[in-house]
């Protein structure tokens, strides 16, 4: 996959919205799903004359038969199906060329991505130290935590029932009564 120097930064963004999202990406294939972001986020679906459908017939168009991605060669390809499409006016290797400025150098936005309330409301509700019943066993004095103890009740092989308050003073109590 020999890439010329002019179209490095396309080969660029295509790499970084190919690994997007998908730990197990190499950067050499780009999903259906990461092709429609790349769309999306470099402004090539406008909404009226390029479309996410029109984005999802392209990528059925060049990808291979039985494949589920496509290469940079067949990403280059979608590219050319899609630009006289989006730059109607143009001609065929300006409207190439505009596409190839939109996408070039760009990389995934996180829009919509949820951000940390830092509210009063959160902090009280997130307040271990204020927790009462059952909830207040699952956490220790430091407001920790105690993992599978605390959410589960381990059975204590004493002999006496589970959450006894007087376990352990049979001794004593016998003791005393036979003085």
């Keep these: 996959m020999a890439v010329s120097s002019d179209t490095e930064p396309l080969f660029v963004a295509f790499k970084r919205f190919s690994v997007y999202g998908d730990t197990k990406a190499s950067g050499r294939e780009l999903t259906g799903k990461a092709w429609a972001k790349l769309c999306k986020d470099c402004r090539v679906i406008d909404g009226k004359s390029v479309t996410g459908t029109d984005v999802d017939i392209?990528?059925?168009k060049v990808k291979q038969r039985s494949a589920r991605v496509i290469t940079y060669k067949e990403f280059q390809q979608a590219l050319e199906e899609l630009a006289?499409?989006?730059?109607k006016g143009q001609s065929k290797e300006?409207?190439?060329?505009?596409?190839h400025k939109?996408?070039?150098?760009?990389?995934?936005?996180?829009?919509?991505v949820t951000k940390v309330a830092k509210t009063a409301t959160v902090?009280?509700?997130?307040?271990?130290s204020r927790y009462t019943g059952s909830h207040k066993e699952r956490f220790d004095d430091s407001g920790r935590g105690k993992g599978r103890e605390g959410r589960e009740d381990l059975v204590e092989h004493t002999g006496y029932v589970n959450a006894y308050k007087d376990a352990g003073?049979?001794?004593s109590k016998v003791k005393d009564a036979d003085k």
């Design 94 to 99: 300006a409207a190439l060329q505009s596409i």
């Design 169 to 171: 003073t049979y001794d």
């Design 58 to 60: 392209v990528f059925s």
């Design 84 to 87: 006289p499409k989006r730059f």
């Design 123 to 128: 902090d009280r509700l997130t307040d271990t």
């Design 102 to 112: 939109l996408v070039e150098g760009q990389e995934p936005t996180n829009v919509g």
